[in-house]
């Protein structure tokens, strides 16, 4: 960890935390190139990307971010809507990391898993893979410049309500965690939700499914997510 930070007061915790081929039969189609792009373009048009950024500095508590991406990917893939969903994924994040992948995915989901430190930001990692503290309202900034794109965001971080606050001024739905929430509840949380998003169901049934699953899994934490909407 470096000396610029003083995290001694930081509150830390767990957080949630992861084609062609040849048609044999059938009707032949002759269609003209313009049509094809045009088909192309708007089936294209219908998916849409969730990104999940994943940050553990080596000088932090160990996550279980791998088992969290992999749920939601099984959950994905078991879901009914599975083709209008295009999963990406960015590891030990930086601060150039997000504003690039935001750039190159241009996704309608963003789901953060790593540590919150409350009101003194988010966890990221630094060049040598120690802490790097995003300060809220920077963050905020950051996400206004894509708020035409995006639909919703998981900051599935401890502590991290304060910035799903400020988020939500400019993204329509926001869910951050008004407490510590244990790697096993954050799980159970995001498998619920993406199971929702990729059936179909809206964000804001998404995430009480989500909670209920917790619920369900007799674990105490199904309150700690919260939803702020834009207003």
């Known amino acids: 960890m470096t000396d610029k930070y003083n995290l001694s007061n930081a509150k830390f915790g767990g957080g949630f935390s992861g084609d062609g081929g040849t048609t044999i039969g059938g009707t032949l189609n002759n269609y003209s190139s313009t049509e094809t792009s045009k088909t192309l373009a708007h089936n294209n048009s219908t998916v849409k990307t969730i990104l999940i950024l994943a940050a553990n500095p080596k000088t932090t508590s160990s996550l279980r971010l791998d088992e969290e991406v992999r749920e939601i990917d099984a959950g994905l893939q078991r879901a009914k809507k ?57 963050l905020a900034n950051l996400f206004k410049l894509f708020a035409t794109d995006i639909e919703c965001i998981v900051l599935n971080a401890c502590y991290s309500e304060v910035q799903a606050s400020a988020l939500a001024q400019h993204i329509p739905y926001v869910i951050g965690m008004d407490k510590a929430i244990a ?49």
Do not use: M
């Not at 309608?108 to 802490?131: A, K, P, R, Y």
């Not at 369900?216 to 702020?228: A, Q, R, S, Y």
């Open 82 to 138: 599975r083709s209008s969903f295009d999963l990406k994924q960015r590891w030990a994040v930086r601060v150039q990391d997000v504003y690039q992948a935001l750039l190159d995915f241009k996704p309608q989901f963003v789901h953060f898993s790593g540590h919150g430190s409350g009101d003194d930001g988010l966890v990221l990692e630094d060049e040598t893979g120690n802490v790097r503290l995003v300060e809220t309202a920077a």
């Open 183 to 231: 790697d096993q509840a954050a799980i159970k949380f995001a498998t619920g939700f993406y199971s929702a998003i990729s059936s179909g169901e809206s964000v804001e049934f998404a995430y009480k499914l989500g909670c209920s699953v917790i619920q369900l899994e007799g674990i105490p934490e199904h309150l700690t997510p919260v939803l702020k909407k834009k207003q």
